[in-house]
């Protein structure tokens, strides 16, 4: 069964500080894709990253960076130098390709929130 | 940039009375979904709608949801006889079509549901 794990829920920090969210992933498919979603106070979910599981490069953008590793079915997410604007709840999500070969549901972790301090 | 839109923002209901939740996916997109989050819960996965047919659906979706595409551009959720529990924050999301890998999901502001 797929499963999504982000072991910590809260999270804190002061501003510049470097802060790394978890996500563990459990699938039996060998095709599917990782995604990472914020969450503001607002509600809204905004897409950061998705990432296909043929595709184990890490990737940078800007202050946020993504280490994908297969090997411990882990997603893991860094902000780099956070900033107040940072503070939401961030969701790590699965999704299995569907017949079609696009991608299926999506299953959610239940998030971290985090909070950037000034 | 092209985005999904959904309507009211905010809806406030009485237990037993039926609502319905509208999406307008992107148009370009074939597949559609609903999600829901309990408020401070996990989003989880209602149903996906491909071909004017449901394709999946999960455990929540009981007999008192349905969805339709109308008209060709919107996308609804309609709850039949809401409960207490039924109150939440509803997102529609909608990707691109069948063969088109790498894709992803978007996703609209979401519903505020409050059953009273």
């Known amino acids: 069964a797929q499963k999504v794990t982000q072991a910590q829920t809260e999270i804190s920090v002061v501003e510049k500080e470097d802060v790394t969210l978890d996500c563990v992933y459990e699938?039996?498919?060998?095709?599917?894709?990782l995604f990472w979603y914020k969450q503001p106070p607002s509600g809204e979910l905004v897409f950061l990253i998705r990432?296909?599981?043929?595709?184990?490069q890490n990737e940078i953008s800007g202050r946020y960076s993504w280490n994908f590793q297969k090997s411990t079915s882990s997603f893991n997410f860094t902000i780099t130098a956070s900033q107040v604007v940072d503070s939401a709840v961030y969701f790590c999500?699965?999704?299995?390709?569907?017949?079609?070969?696009?991608?299926?549901?999506?299953?959610f972790g239940k998030g971290t929130k985090l909070s950037v301090k000034p | 940039e092209p985005e999904v839109t959904q309507t009211p923002s905010h809806q406030v209901t009485q237990m037993g009375q039926e609502v319905i939740l509208r999406c307008v996916p992107i148009s370009n997109h074939l597949y559609f979904y609903w999600y829901r989050q309990i408020l401070g819960q996990k989003v989880e996965f209602l149903v996906s709608?491909?071909?004017?047919?449901?394709?999946?659906k999960s455990e929540i979706f009981d007999d008192q949801f349905s969805v339709e595409r109308p008209d060709g551009s919107n996308f609804t959720l309609k709850i039949r006889s809401t409960k207490l529990e039924d109150s939440a924050m509803y997102f529609c999301?909608?990707?691109?079509?069948?063969?088109?890998?790498?894709?992803?999901?978007?996703f609209g502001q979401g519903t505020r549901l409050t059953v009273v």
């Open positions: 709608f491909y071909n004017n047919e449901i394709s999946e």
């Open positions: 699938t039996r498919d060998t095709t599917y894709y």
């Open positions: 999301a909608s990707s691109e079509a069948e063969g088109v890998m790498n894709t992803e999901a978007f």
């Open positions: 990432r296909n599981s043929f595709d184990e």
């Open positions: 999500a699965l999704s299995e390709t569907n017949y079609g070969g696009s991608q299926g549901n999506l299953i």
